[in-house]
């Protein structure tokens, strides 16, 4: 298991795109828990939890989160996607 704690934070896009890659490959064989703030880091990820206040409040793939009606991830998404367009 490998356990990631917002490794990418302090680095442009660019560059955390190609360290997300070179993780997804060196560890593709193990569970990787990432603790991200850049939901962009999350995309390949098979799970996502959603904690609020210290409780799990959303759980499943980015795909059923992002598609979820109302719910947290869906809407940090949504909020994401229009800071992109400013």
Known sequence: MVLIDEATANIDVKNDALIQKVISEKFKDSTVLTIAHRLSTLQNSSKIMVMEQGKLVEFGSPNDLSNRPGG???????????EMLK
Do not use: D, F, H, V
């Open 72 to 82: 947290i991830y869906n809407e940090m998404m949504k909020k994401n996607q229009q």
